[in-house]
């Protein structure tokens, strides 16, 4: 679902594969332990986005894809709700999921079963882009230079600046692309791809980026390609490292004659919070949860309070040196989400503040911080005003 339009995926798997000359057709090819198809129905299944998926294959092989795919061992497996035997071309193929997905559906993607290396953010960009335009292909410049020949003998050189190689997913209104199916079949217009048939109708077809290694499995040569893209993309996934969380508390007293310092914000209460440092509640919690994410202890080790050098000192300058220790150790943050626990003051008016501070102190976007206030409804001590309370979860990558 993307904002509330429902979206299905049709995979257009049909194709005999004869250039692959491995007696199968192409997409049932392995790639290192899965087949191709395999890894182009888990992009589309595995996207938070799209709601259903069917797929259309040679009609010999229904039965080889619900064995291949259709089981509970595969992610989003729910999510595939018909496999259809395909046509003649293409064109008829897509036409066969086309009658078949319910009306409800406002959004259609059409993607080749052989692509298996496309990309979440490729994917989304479709979705989007379809929503805005009603129709757009992926698409990718072209890096050679094109000519074009006749006989033997080149005829002309084209300006490659204008030039693009086109790619699916392809994404469309679903009322738009079934006008452009009839308008086809009434006069005998077979294209080859489904943004021709929408052209053919008059409307206009938009571009977004698509993916150098969205490439399509067509010989034995790609296979070796294949390879190699997943290997990089495993590389890569193994250098950014797992996710983890950490939770942290903190609760400091409220004292006539102190400052009340709340995210590096000073705000003007009768009242201050009492601590050996500014004793920033919220600080605290954050720099504990950090801590604990990565299992390196708590603040009261690292920065005891007998300890003289912390007297008075910013917890902004302390969160500065926990996040060294998290980088030292191989983490960074993904994100932080923090609640403030106290019945006075009111802290929305220095979110803002607090979050720029925060972000700058730590190196990162201000989009990756929350900073939520509470109260607790006149109950506890933060309830009689005696303290405040924080709390905040931290997610880390670590290598």
Known sequence: MYNNRKI???????????RMGSGIPKQYTEILGKTVLTRTVEAFAENSSADEIYIVVNQEYEEHCRRDYCNS???????VKAILGGGRERQDSVYAALTVIPDDVDLLLVHDGARPFVTN???EEVIKGAAEHGAVVAAVPVKDTIKSASEGVFTQTLDRKSLYSIQTPQGFGRELLMSAYRKAYDANIYGTDDAF???NLGEKVYLVEGDYNNIKITTKEDITVGEAILKVRSEQAAAAGEPRAGTGFDVHKLEAGRKLILGGVEIPFE??????????VLVHAIMDAMLGAAALGDIGRLFPDHDERYRGISSLYLLKKVKELLEENGGSIINIDAVVIAQKPKIAPYIGEMISNIAETLGIEEGRINIKGTTTEQ?????????????????????
């Open 379 to 399: 109950l506890g001590f933060c309830g009689r005003e005696e303290g405040i309370a924080a709390q905040a979860s931290v997610l880390i990558r670590r290598r």
């Open 73 to 79: 061992g595969n992610p989003g497996f729910e999510k």
């Open 121 to 123: 953010a490729t994917i």
């Open 197 to 199: 048939l929408v052209e």
């Open 271 to 280: 009242k201050g919070l009492l601590g050996h440092s500014d004793a920033d």
């Open 8 to 18: 299905a995926v049709i995979i257009a798997a049909a194709g005999s594969g004869n």
